[in-house]
T-cell receptor, first 109, second 112 residues
Framework: GNSVTQMEGPVTLSEEAFLTINCTYT??????LFWYVQYPGEGLQLLLK?????DKGSNKGFEATYRKETTSFHLEKGSVQVSDSAVYFC????????FGAGTTVTVRA | NAGVTQTPKFQVLKTGQSMTLQCAQD?????MSWYRQDPGMGLRLIHY???????DQGEVPNGYNVSRSTTEDFPLRLLSAAPSQTSVYFC???????????FGSGTRLTVV
């Protein structure tokens, strides 16, 4: 089955810094890939997705590119804000949706 | 507002008690799932359903039952609560899983 490994946290950054969260997947086929975000006390929200190789998902200044050759889907944002403080989950869907362990990001003013 | 509604938001149970966590969606989604979230372990799939009358086990099904008698509702039953079931439980639904899930706001369960 499919599985996801993402960068351990926590990650602490200053406002306007560059953010990268690494995510790699294993799957027998070509899964759909997702990044979800969880703000404190809330459920998960879909941040972005990509359904095939070389697709780039983007939303709210975040981007991730589906790299089949490296089985990766790293999340990036060029200039973070305090409001980006949250837990970020990478996920893949093959025949079921599997999540990584989550990366806690804290952005300081 | 359209979405996934979970009740209750908080619950404390004694060991051995049973209870049902409710989940309802009004988006006519076929796919529904239950996850538990534990620190450092991400979200683990408990049970899922691909349509009314069809359910299947996920990664950690032991101690939980589900049924899907309607498209809208997907309750999760704890048969005999144990401290190891202390967790935050999320219900999610999707028209098509490759499109991404919509999550409820969660139920925080404590078993003492």
């Amino acid at each position: 089955g499919n599985s996801v490994t993402q960068m351990e946290g926590p990650v602490t950054l200053s406002e306007e810094a560059f953010l990268t969260i690494n995510c790699t997947y294993t799957a027998t086929g070509y899964p759909s890939l997702f990044w979800y975000v969880q703000y404190p006390g809330e459920g998960l929200q879909l941040l972005l997705k990509a359904t095939k190789a070389d697709d780039k998902g983007s939303n709210k200044g975040f981007e991730a590119t589906y790299r089949k050759e490296t089985t990766s889907f790293h999340l990036e944002k060029g200039s973070v804000q305090v409001s980006d403080s949250a837990v970020y989950f990478c996920a893949s869907f093959d025949y079921k949706l599997s999540f990584g362990a989550g990366t806690t990001v804290t952005v300081r003013a | 507002n359209a979405g996934v509604t979970q009740t209750p938001k908080f619950q404390v149970l004694k060991t051995g008690q049973s209870m049902t966590l409710q989940c309802a969606q009004d988006m006519n989604h076929e796919y529904m799932s239950w996850y538990r979230q534990d620190p450092g372990m991400g979200l683990r799939l408990i049970h899922y359903s691909v349509g009314a009358g069809i359910t299947d086990q996920g990664e950690v099904p032991n101690g939980y039952n589900v049924s899907r008698s309607t498209t809208e509702d997907f309750p999760l039953r704890l048969l005999s609560a144990a401290p190891s079931q202390t967790s935050v439980y999320f219900c999610a639904s999707s028209e098509k899983v490759a499109y991404g899930y919509t999550f409820g706001s969660g139920t925080r369960l404590t078993v003492v």
